[in-house]
């Protein structure tokens, strides 16, 4: 939209250059005339040559990629059985849009930057760790890392445990984390995005409250939910109101002191 706005703004100063110059020839002031000629061709000239070198740096900046993390239009209507240990689970994804579909985003990746859960009983706590975690494309068996596309792609987040055994992030990485959050408990996810032609700096927030099943062997999928704005929790974690805890859900207590030089 903005790139259009500017395209029509030089086409309008262009012809309005040329409807001037026209004008002036016609009352015989040819010497104004060629000085308007000279500095509107002089003028295209300098833009084209700047469009030339700096013109994929000037689309960016005129007209930035856009996008937006949502639940999907369609949610599963039915389980799937794990392989590994034949429990079945209820999966859970999300969709990145591509607000300007007119640019591809190349090579995208989703990251998990931050992760919070909040127990039954308890305020909000938050796990912390230095490396993000990267998301899994769906379906996985097709470029999991990393995607390309004009309109939208799915992401796995997670899956909810049969018989009240929580829900689990699709993390792979491995190291120090907790990925399984137990049925009472709500989560708090903070993500970001990267991509070889996205320069954002956006973050993008979702909740997860886990719902307890009645019905024995029966999955009641956690909720969903993607916040407009900047979550109350994130808020309180920034103001430092929120404990930090180890993967194994203990106070962290050690003290980190840092050398400094005299």
């Known amino acids: 939209m903005r790139r259009t706005i500017i395209f ?13 110059a026209c004008v002036l020839f016609h009352y015989d002031d040819t010497q104004t005339a060629d000085f308007v ?11 084209a040559v700047v469009c030339a070198l700096f013109g994929d740096w000037l689309q960016e900046l005129s007209d930035p990629i856009r996008i937006k993390i949502t639940k999907p239009e369609r949610e599963n209507n039915f389980a799937d059985q794990c392989p590994t240990d034949q429990k079945y689970v209820y999966c859970h994804h999300l969709v990145v849009q591509n607000r300007t579909p007119q640019k591809p985003i190349e090579e995208c990746q989703i990251w998990l930057k931050r992760l919070f859960f909040k127990p039954e009983s308890d305020g909000w706590k938050e796990i912390p760790f230095a490396v993000p975690r990267l998301m899994q494309w769906a379906p996985a068996e097709y470029s999991p890392e ?32 907790i990925s399984v959050f137990k049925v009472g408990e709500k989560v708090g996810l903070v993500f970001v995005m990267t ?66 030089q005299n």
Request: charge should be neutral.
């Open 8 to 20: 029509t703004i030089l086409v309008c100063g262009f012809v309005a250059a040329v409807a001037w």
């Open 37 to 47: 000629v000279k500095v509107t061709l002089s003028i295209g000239t300098l833009s």
């Open 146 to 177: 990393k995607r390309t596309f004009g309109h939208q792609q799915t992401f796995d987040l997670g899956v909810t445990v049969q018989n009240n055994e929580g829900f689990k992030l699709t993390i792979k990485q491995g190291g120090a984390f």
């Open 195 to 260: 991509a070889n032609n996205y320069r954002g700096d956006d973050e993008f927030y979702a909740e997860i409250d886990i719902h307890k099943t009645q019905k024995t062997g029966a999955i009641t999928p956690a909720e969903v939910s993607m916040p407009k704005g900047k979550p109350q929790w994130l808020k309180d974690a920034n103001a430092g109101k929120v404990a930090y805890v180890t993967p194994s859900r203990e106070p962290i207590e050690c003290e980190i002191a840092f050398h400094q």
